[in-house]
T-cell receptor
Framework: GDSVTQMEGPVTLSEEAFLTINCTYT??????LFWYVQYPGEGLQLLLK?????DKGSNKGFEATYRKETTSFHLEKGSVQVSDSAVYFC?????????????FGTGTQLKVEL | EAGVAQSPRYKIIEKRQSVAFWCNPI?????LYWYQQILGQGPKLLIQ????????DSQLPKDRFSAERLKGVDSTLKIQPAKLEDSAVYLC?????????????FGPGTRLTVT
């Protein structure tokens, strides 16, 4: 079945540091890939997505590129801020059998300090 | 635009009791999802509705969990009887339609504690 593996946290960075959160996936079809973010006390929000190989999703300074050859979708940001502190979830959606469920990784907590 | 509404936000019950959660999706959204998020894990789909029909309930423990979406709008998820391992956050999400190109919007969740 489909699965998503992402690096364990917490990841602690200083403000303005470079961020990478690794994500790899296993899927039977041609999935769409997503990064969701959950800020403290808030619900899950879509951060960015990519629907086919070599697509790059981007939003709020975050980027991720859909790499079919390495089955990866790593999240990057060039300069993190304290306000980026949150839990980040990598997910895939493989539209098979009429369903469109999201399969999530376990989440990576990011803490950004001054 | 109003987001996905869920109630209650928190619920504490004893094992073997029953509990129900309510979800009101974004207006006009045909697809509604219930996810279970156990502490330290990612959300896991329990059931997906397209209008008022079930599309996927393969991971719903049907001996104790039930869900309905009457009139294709609001939905309720029920657990009867609850077990300790049902302690989790129950998330409702909705999307305009079921294709993966449509974003799923999540509600704030209901945190269930079973003692």
């Amino acid at each position: 079945g489909d699965s998503v593996t992402q690096m364990e946290g917490p990841v602690t960075l200083s403000e303005e540091a470079f961020l990478t959160i690794n994500c790899t996936y296993t899927a039977t079809g041609y999935p769409s890939l997503f990064w969701y973010v959950q800020y403290p006390g808030e619900g899950l929000q879509l951060l960015l997505k990519a629907t086919k190989a070599d697509d790059k999703g981007s939003n709020k300074g975050f980027e991720a590129t859909y790499r079919k050859e390495t089955t990866s979708f790593h999240l990057e940001k060039g300069s993190v801020q304290v306000s980026d502190s949150a839990v980040y979830f990598c997910a895939l959606s493989d539209y098979t059998g009429g369903g469109n469920k999201l399969t999530f990784g376990t989440g990576t907590q990011l803490k950004v300090e001054l | 635009e109003a987001g996905v509404a869920q109630s209650p936000r928190y619920k504490i019950i004893e094992k073997r009791q029953s509990v129900a959660f309510w979800c009101n999706p974004i207006s006009g959204h045909a697809t509604l999802y219930w996810y279970q998020q156990i502490l330290g894990q990612g959300p896991k789909l329990l059931i997906q509705f397209q209008n008022n029909g079930v599309v996927d309930d393969s991971q719903l423990p049907k001996d104790r969990f039930s869900a309905e979406r009457l009139k294709g709008v609001d939905s309720t998820l029920k657990i009867q009887p609850a077990k300790l391992e049902d302690s989790a956050v129950y998330l409702c999400a909705s999307s305009l339609d079921s294709d993966s190109s449509y974003e799923q919007y999540f509600g704030p969740g209901t945190r269930l504690t079973v003692t």
